[in-house]
């Protein structure tokens, strides 16, 4: 194991560092790493590593919303509203009915198989998104009309939508049933881990300020606490749904509005730690693509790609719709919403290990969505947030 694991840092950081010398996001090469040293290929990652990756992609998701959360100024946020809340759904909603119309078409799997592959797309990236509003907003990019805010916390809460959607379609597969009660789960779901994560926030800052110890241990702390989040959505899924996920973030924005010192102190350390989950994120993700079946997967899949990103993009636009926004600000709300890449990674191989019969394919589309997207987004943030965004230095 320990010789995969140096295998796997050394060539991932290796790859990374070329990939963002070319100005193209670091995570591709973190995936050509999983692809060539995973076990389709050159077969140099140890199983006992793969058989727990759905655990360490987990992880790394409660990274990054820690993260977000440590960084989502509440007040900011209200000045937005209504759009926050719509692009929380409306996009992702949008872009999952298009999967579900056009893969039973073009690729020939049944609706619920379809269903399944529309919740692994339908989410955008916080490994790409949220690094780079938490630039904006330090830089002060569109912070008169706090843009980032918006995007970063409506990026955040999308994902959590879809995985409680994907995770309600999985269980229809595997004969658990569906029906309206699924969808009720999913608002539900996010107001109790709000309540949970506020409850329990409010808690911790206080605990932190009585008690004394180093960053390092309350890092541990907060670690143990969304730990316990997960788990506490797992033993309540029968009796009443709540988002541990939802709870991680609502958690770090109440640490941060009780404790704004320690939230920014705190956020510096999850910083360094997401350089080592986000390497494990990606190449795992690489580890599980067959390259030979997705070297035949055919053109259609890239119909389907395109043609939900396209309702995705028009999803936007609605939910901006009698917003203060202007043109050039709602042109740069749809390009940071393109990026996909950390769901994707985390969910994306679970239909194939579930037994979904569409599973490899799911998985194939997964890892081309992120190829695609993640540099297009990535690169559209970077070189037109200056034209599109006002600064606090310049006027309209």
Not at 25 to 31: D, K
Not at 40 to 56: E, R, T
Request: hydrophobic content about 60%; some cysteine; charged content about 15%.
């Amino acid at each position: 194991m320990l010789t995969s694991l140096a295998l796997i840092f050394l060539c991932a950081l290796t790859l990374n560092k070329i990939f963002k010398l070319l100005r193209l996001p670091g995570l591709i090469g973190m995936l050509i790493t999983g692809i060539v040293l995973g076990p389709y290929v050159l077969n140099l990652i140890d199983p006992q590593i793969l058989a727990i990756s759905s655990d360490l992609r987990e992880l790394a998701l409660i990274v990054i919303l820690t993260r977000a959360g440590l960084a989502l100024d509440l007040k900011d946020l209200k000045k937005v509203g209504r759009p926050a809340i719509l692009l929380c759904f409306i996009p992702a909603t949008l872009e999952l009915i298009a999967v579900m119309i056009l893969a039973p078409l073009l690729l020939g799997i049944p609706l619920l198989e379809a269903a399944i592959m529309g919740t692994v797309l339908a989410a955008v990236s916080p490994a790409v998104i949220v690094p780079r509003m938490l630039k904006l907003m330090k830089d002060g990019y569109g912070k008169d009309k706090s843009i980032p805010h918006m995007i970063m916390a409506a990026a955040s809460v999308d994902d959590v939508y879809v995985i409680v959607l994907f995770a309600s379609f999985i269980g229809t597969y595997g004969g658990e049933g569906f029906a309206l009660s699924s969808f009720i789960r999913v608002p539900i779901s996010i107001l109790l881990g709000v309540a949970v994560g506020i409850i329990v926030g409010i808690g911790l800052a206080q605990f932190f300020k009585k008690f004394h110890m180093k960053d390092t241990v309350k890092v541990i702390v907060l670690f143990c606490v969304s730990f316990l989040f997960i788990t506490l959505e797992s033993v309540l899924t029968n009796i009443v749904p709540i988002s541990g996920l939802i709870a991680v973030m609502a958690a770090s924005a109440t640490i941060l509005k009780s404790y704004p010192k320690l939230a920014h102190r705190l956020s510096n350390k999850f910083k360094k730690i997401w350089i080592a989950a986000e390497l494990m994120l990606f190449v795992l993700i690489g580890a599980a693509l067959d390259l030979t079946y997705a070297t035949g997967v055919g053109g259609m899949v890239l119909v389907v790609l395109i043609g939900a990103l396209l309702m995705r993009v028009i999803g936007v636009y609605l939910s901006l719709i009698g917003t203060s926004l202007n043109r050039n600000e709602r042109l740069f709300c749809v390009i940071s919403f393109i990026p996909k890449a950390t769901v994707q990674a985390a969910i994306g191989a679970l239909p194939l290990a579930a037994g979904v019969a569409s599973g490899n394919l799911i998985l194939t589309i997964a890892v081309i969505s992120i190829v695609i997207t993640a540099p297009i987004g990535a690169l559209g943030i970077d070189l037109s947030h200056k034209k599109l965004l006002n600064h606090p230095v310049q006027t309209d």
